[in-house]
């Protein structure tokens, strides 16, 4: 079921309206046409308790900030591109320069995440889609663009992404979900530390300082990359390894086994004993950025709740961070012939 409401205005003063999507169980995902940001979401435990299990904010104006990215839907291109260029058809295009000396997310006042989508609801889909055009030469970008980001909640309490994009030139897409997931519930004022994750990446790619990456695909094997088999985000966050401290903890790309084009496939796990919830994450893409929440400012989110520093985490599935420049990462570049589409899910049990 579908329902929506006002939500606010922007300074622009369009309308801003949230969508909720409901299912059967009790799960309820919200989401607002203003950055096709998910705000809430809503999902039982083992015993049917209801907690909200992403961070965000209760208005708005709130989210015209948003330093963290909270349920950000990220782009046109999400993480870094270094120097903030990169080259199509030896033609060189520039993106703002926002971290360090490189590009981070795009632009963070005026990338998805701050700007009206286009909404229409699919009552029989229980699913809403987000429509975003953009002009050739908007933010740095070639080609007159459309995209469109759907979110839509399932009977077996899957929060369906499915990302889409057309160009009438070549240009770069690598969109993400910025979500920060506590499965205690966004206002339980704990770190997602004693979490327990699985991912599906026997290999993750090295970075340097900027947190851009060296090129080196490296084993997770014997590091404390290593999360093939599960285990709390803690007991390896800590150790001594140069890896973590160019980033105060986890901040990279890992990179996902089995990869095939269009292949959807469970990448991750999430699990959360003391709270009774589990999620997995299907992608078919070829990277997840594992985010601890390191760079977050603590600060009041939604009822005034306190969110710590690693008060949430992240696993932004996409291309690899500055895949337009190096060698040998995949490069999302799309053409009119040539459209992208793309599927994320996060699945609770
Ligand atoms: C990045 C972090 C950054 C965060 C918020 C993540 O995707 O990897 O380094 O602090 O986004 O911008």
Known sequence: MITEKKFGRTLDKQE?????????NGMQADIMNYGAILVNLFVPNKAGEVADVVLGYDRVKDYFVNGSYFGATVGPVAN???????????????????????NLHTDATAGFHKVVWSAEKNEEGNEVVFSYRAKDGELGFPGNREFK?????????????HYYASTDKKTLVNPTNHS?????????EQTIEDEKLWLKASHYTKVRMGAIPTGEIAPVAGTPFDFTQMKTVSQDIGAENVQLALVKGYDHNFVI?????SKVQKIAEVVDEKAGRTMEVYSDLPGVQFYSGNNMVPEFGKEDAYYPVRGGLCLETQFFPNCANQDGFIKPVIGPEKPFASTTIYKFI
């Open 80 to 102: 870094r591109t270094e120097k903030g260029c990169f080259e199509i058809d030896e033609t060189i295009y520039n993106l703002v320069i926002n971290d360090n000396d490189n």
């Open 180 to 188: 920060y997931f506590n499965l205690k519930g966004h206002d339980c």
């Open 257 to 261: 086994d089995d990869y095939e084009e």
């Open 16 to 24: 801003v309206v949230l969508y909720s999507l409901k299912n059967e």
């Open 149 to 161: 980001v759907t979110y839509k909640l399932t009977s077996d309490n899957a929060l369906e992404i």
